[in-house]
C-alpha cells in the first residue's frame, strides 16, 4: 500500500471507502444517547475489545494463523493503532461533546488537507492544484451543509479547546491512514487486525490511567443492556465493516483522494435526518452538491501511472531491439554481396 496520488479508482474502491463514510456516518446519531451514559474511553474500549478480536478470527480463516505475527513491527502497530483507534476516536467525541457536531463535520472536512500537507512535508511534493480546489470546495458544501446555507450563525459558539482537540483527533486518523504504506506486502485485512490489536492495547492503558483518576463514566448492568442494540451498531457496521473497507479502499486510491470520502459522513447524517422526517434546505442541497462536486474535481485528468510507466519501458526495450540502419549499412558495404564472384558460400544479410 503506497501514498501515491497516481493510484487508479475502481469500482470496489469507491464502494468500499462510500461504505466505510456511510457507517460512521450514521454512527455519529446512534452514538450521542450513548455518551449520555457512557464516557469516550470506555465507549472505545467497547467498540474495538469486541471487533479487533473478530478481524483477528478473520485474518486467521482468511489468510491463516502465521498471519497473526506481527513480524517484528509490534512496536509500530501498537503506535500506529494507538493513533487511530484511541486518539482519533477518543480526541473527536470528546471534542464534539464540548461543542457541536456542525464543528465536528467541519474539522473532519479538514483531513484531507491534513493528509496533503503531511505527504508534502515527508515527499517535497506539492500536491496537484486541482487537489487544493475540491478541498476548498469541500470544505465551504460542508459549512454550508451542517448549517444550511447560514455558516455566521458559528461565530457565537466556537470553542478554541473543542476544535484543538477534533483537529489533533482528525491528524490521528491521518496517520493511521498513511501508516498502512510501511506494509506494502500486507493485506488489507492484515494491517486493520493488528493495528486495531494495537489500537486496543492503547485504549486500555489509557482507561487503567483514567480509571485510577475516576474520570470514567461506566454504566450499571441495567443500563448497558438497554445500550446494546446500539453498541451492536457501533461495533459491527461502524467499526468492524467500515474499518476494514476504508483500509481496502486506500489500497487502491491513496490516502489523499481516499480521505475526500471523509466529505460523505454529513452526508449520511443528512439522509439518516430525512429518513426522519427532515426536511431539506436550499442550503443543504447546496451543500451537498458542492461536496459531490469535490469529489469529481478532484479525479479530473487523473491517469494511472504505472500502466503508462510500464508502456514506456515495453516501447523502450522494443526501439533497443531494432537495429542501427547506418551499422548494417556500413556492414553491407565491406560484406562480399552474396551475387559476387568467389562468395557462394556467404549468406544474406537480410
Known amino acids: 500500500m503506497n501514498d501515491s496520488s497516481a493510484h487508479g479508482f475502481t469500482w470496489v474502491a469507491v464502494a468500499s471507502l462510500t461504505l466505510a463514510t456511510f457507517c460512521w456516518g450514521a454512527a455519529f446519531p446512534v452514538a450521542a444517547p450513548v455518551l449520555q451514559h457512557m464516557d469516550p474511553i470506555t465507549l472505545a474500549l467497547c467498540r474495538y475489545g469486541i471487533a479487533a478480536p473478530l478481524f483477528l478470527a478473520l485474518l486467521a480463516w482468511r489468510e491463516g494463523a502465521a498471519r497473526l505475527s506481527p513480524q517484528g513491527h509490534g512496536w509500530r502497530l501498537l503506535g500506529l493503532g494507538t493513533l487511530g483507534f484511541a486518539g482519533f476516536n477518543l480526541l473527536m467525541f470528546q471534542g464534539v461533546n464540548l461543542s457541536r457536531p456542525e464543528f465536528g463535520a467541519i474539522v473532519m472536512a479538514l483531513q484531507p488537507l491534513i493528509a496533503g500537507l503531511i505527504h508534502w512535508a515527508r ?114 457496521p461502524s467499526a468492524v465493516i467500515a474499518v476494514l473497507c476504508w483500509n481496502q479502499g486506500l489500497r487502491h486510491v491513496g490516502t489523499q ?79 562480399t554481396s552474396p551475387y559476387s564472384a568467389g562468395s557462394s558460400s556467404a549468406k544474406p544479410l537480410l
Do not use: K
Open 123 to 236: 515527499s517535497g511534493r506539492r500536491p496537484a492544484t486541482r487537489s487544493f480546489i475540491a478541498l476548498g470546495v469541500a470544505i465551504v458544501g460542508v459549512v454550508m451543509l451542517t448549517t444550511d446555507g447560514q455558516p455566521a450563525r458559528l461565530a457565537g459558539q466556537v470553542s478554541l479547546l473543542p476544535i484543538l482537540m477534533m483537529i489533533t483527533g482528525g491528524t490521528c486518523w491521518v496517520l493511521y491512514s498513511m501508516g498502512a504504506a510501511a506494509f506494502p506486502g500486507w493485506s488489507p485485512l492484515r494491517y486493520t487486525a493488528l493495528s486495531s490489536t494495537g489500537g486496543v492495547l492503547g485504549i486500555v492503558i489509557i482507561a487503567l490511567v483514567f480509571g485510577a483518576a475516576g474520570a470514567l463514566h461506566i454504566p450499571d448492568a441495567a443500563r448497558f443492556v438497554s445500550l446494546l442494540p446500539a453498541l451492536s451498531f457501533l461495533v459491527l
Open 257 to 335: 483522494s481516499g480521505m475526500l470520502f471523509i466529505n460523505l459522513i454529513p452526508l449520511t447524517a443528512l439522509a439518516v435526518g430525512v429518513a426522519r422526517g427532515h426536511t431539506l434546505g436550499a442550503g443543504e442541497l447546496f451543500g451537498a452538491a458542492l461536496i459531490l462536486a469535490s469529489l469529481a474535481i478532484n479525479q479530473l485528468e487523473r491517469r494511472p501511472a504505472a500502466p503508462a510507466t510500464a508502456s514506456r519501458r515495453h516501447w523502450t526495450a522494443a526501439l533497443s531491439r531494432v537495429p542501427d540502419q547506418g551499422r548494417l549499412r556500413r556492414s553491407a558495404c565491406t560484406t
